[in-house]
């Protein structure tokens, strides 16, 4: 399966800043997801990313907030903009590896926001 | 709408036991379920993978069943050790094509602490 590395795994961030967050897959993938974990709380997707056009968003996530870059089929960066308290998350990628192997993610950015 | 449940919340075992995590989903149209491992702070480390045509799946001490028309899925840890404590996740992926294809749904976990 695919192996994905992200970074950074953490940081700490002043409010009203940006912090870009990377995700390199070790193969090409076609789409790549990325996806926030609030404190306490399981999964939530923010968009998906294709090579060669824009993210598509989901509902409660907009492009000026979560701004996305694929430039080619193994890399990806989600942008946190005009950071507040309440971006303190995990934020994760994930790639499909395929219907053998599911869904591969990375080990995550940990968010805190002051 | 798909809607994944996990029960129960958290589990606090003593080591060796063998214990159950159960995961309900909404929608019985999923292409495959997935059940994950997270540690604290970490990312997901995949456990197990069942197609939506299989019954099961084994991986060590783990067992993962599916009930598709049920909407059920059960992981079965045997002979638990401290090092299975985490939090664990079940996902399921809609049938593909459409707009759902690639969505996740993710249940809340289930946080499981073994205790020596």
């Known amino acids: 399966s695919a192996v994905i590395s992200q970074k950074p795994s953490r940081d700490i961030c002043q409010r009203g800043t940006s912090l870009t967050i990377q995700c390199q897959v070790d193969s090409q993938v076609t789409m790549m997801f990325w996806y926030r974990q609030q404190p306490g709380q399981s999964l939530t997707l923010i968009a998906t990313a294709n090579q060669g056009s824009e993210a598509t968003y989901e509902s409660g996530f907009v492009i000026d907030k979560f701004p996305i870059s694929r430039p080619n089929l193994t890399f990806s960066t989600l942008t946190v903009s005009n950071m507040s308290p309440e971006d303190s998350s995990i934020y994760l990628c994930?790639?499909?590896?395929?219907?053998?192997?599911?869904?591969?993610f990375g080990s995550g950015t940990r968010l805190t926001v002051v | 709408k798909q809607e994944v449940t996990q029960i129960p919340a958290a589990l606090s075992v003593p080591e060796g036991e063998n214990l159950v995590l159960n995961c309900s989903f909404t929608d019985s149209a999923i292409y495959n379920l997935q059940w994950f491992r997270q540690d604290p702070g970490k990312g997901l480390t995949s456990l197990l993978l069942?197609?939506?045509?299989?019954r099961e799946q084994t991986s060590g001490r783990l067992n993962a069943s599916l009930d598709k028309s049920s909407g059920r899925s059960t992981l079965y840890i045997a002979a638990s050790q401290p090092g299975d404590s985490a939090t664990y996740l079940c996902a399921v992926r809609p049938d593909a094509g459409g707009t759902s294809y690639g969505k996740l749904t993710f249940g809340q976990g289930t946080i499981l602490t073994v205790h020596p």
């Open positions: 069942i197609q939506s045509s299989q």
């Open positions: 994930s790639v499909l590896g395929g219907a053998i192997y599911g869904y591969t």
